[in-house]
């Protein structure tokens, strides 16, 4: 669920100084850096992405993910004078880069998306003819080592996209039951050994180890775990399931979804990039539920034009990176772009 690819890691951001030459000096260097990410970003599914959502000149489209801009700044350009675009992000250093962004036709909201119809109405929208949700965590997030994201540093144990709001992993560690916490990475990580790693983070806690860091985490769970895919750390699943449970990355999707339903206006399509099986299983029930509307148990006696119509209906087959975007960005490579286009049906 990663998405984008930075060529170049960018380094832990250093703590603030005092003195306030050091801090000019570390303001300019985070603002470079700022920049080097947004330069070296590869947007995942870029041209296939927008392309879906057949952009109409003067149509009002919704980035639901502004990441570092890759689709936003390629739907501007398709946009005419009279279009709009707003994009959401709950990730501030994501919201920063917006602000780069100095176009009439454009707006950058910071809030997660599962407000999408509230933010929308605040700006006095109501339909809209495309709305792209490019989900899991950018490159830039993962690359910053004070995010906590990562196991290749070893840092605070954030991992929160909003960096303004909720628990960190490490305050969910200290307080969560072994049972919680083993289904968490049970069901957000698919990790087999689940039970095994709650009971030695807990067992670790109790003997009064605080868990505060990443390669603590690493650490523990690489000695609970007995056997794992080669090439890929034992700690993977569990960094992944404890991301999605603390940013409710499902739960902001199922919110989600039956919005996108209600802002789009007939022919508006929905672009969904998924890079994990749990979202796109989501993402595609949502779509065949709302395709397919006969519920109606079988030999139900009821005439075909009296049954309701669908609000939904795919557009083409799933679509994935070509092996020539993997190569370039490995990272895309569990990516999957499924596309809908809103009916008339009410």
Do not use: W
């Not at 998405?3 to 170049?8: R, S």
């Not at 946009?79 to 009439?104: C, P, T």
């Not at 698919?190 to 009971?199: P, T």
């Not at 989600?256 to 206006?265: G, N, R, V």
């Amino acid at each position: 669920m990663i998405k984008g690819v930075q060529n170049a890691p960018t380094q832990a951001s250093l703590p603030l100084k005092k003195a306030s030459a050091t801090q000019a000096s570390s303001q300019v260097e985070n603002k470079d850096k700022s920049l080097q990410a947004i330069n070296s970003h590869i947007t995942v599914l870029l041209e296939e992405a927008v392309d879906a959502l057949a952009v109409k000149s003067d149509g009002v489209y919704v980035d639901g993910t502004f990441g570092r801009g890759g689709h936003s700044r390629k739907i501007l350009a398709r946009l005419g004078g009279n279009g709009r675009l707003i994009a959401f992000d709950r990730d501030l250093s994501a919201v920063e880069s917006g602000k780069a962004i100095h176009d009439v036709r454009f707006t950058i909201v910071h809030s997660h998306f599962s407000a999408l119809q509230a933010k929308l109405a605040e700006l006095g929208i109501r339909k809209v003819d495309g709305i792209l949700l490019d989900l899991g965590i950018s490159s830039p997030q993962i690359d910053e080592a004070s995010r906590g994201f990562s196991f290749r540093f070893d840092a605070p144990l954030d991992m929160r996209m909003d960096q303004s709001r909720g628990l960190t992993v490490a305050e969910y560690l200290a307080t969560a039951t072994e049972q919680h916490l083993g289904e968490v990475i049970k069901n957000y990580g698919e990790e087999r050994f689940a039970k095994q790693i709650a009971r030695t983070i807990v067992a670790q806690r109790n003997d009064g180890h605080a868990i505060t860091t990443t390669g603590q985490l690493a650490k523990i769970v690489a000695g609970a775990v007995t056997r794992f895919e080669p090439g890929q750390n034992p700690a993977t699943r569990t960094f992944q399931a404890l991301r999605i449970f603390i940013n409710q990355e499902l739960e902001e999707l199922s919110l989600t979804m039956p919005q996108c339903l209600s802002l789009l206006a007939p022919q508006g399509r929905l672009a969904v990039i998924s890079f994990h099986s749990l979202e796109d299983r989501m993402v595609k029930q949502f779509i065949r539920n709302q395709e397919n509307t006969d519920h109606l148990p079988a030999n139900f006696p009821v005439r075909a034009a009296d049954l309701p119509l669908p609000k939904l209906k795919s557009v083409g087959k799933a679509i994935k990176p070509s092996l020539a975007e993997i190569k370039a960005n490995p990272r895309s490579r569990s990516a999957v772009l499924r596309v809908a286009e809103r009916t008339s049906a009410i």
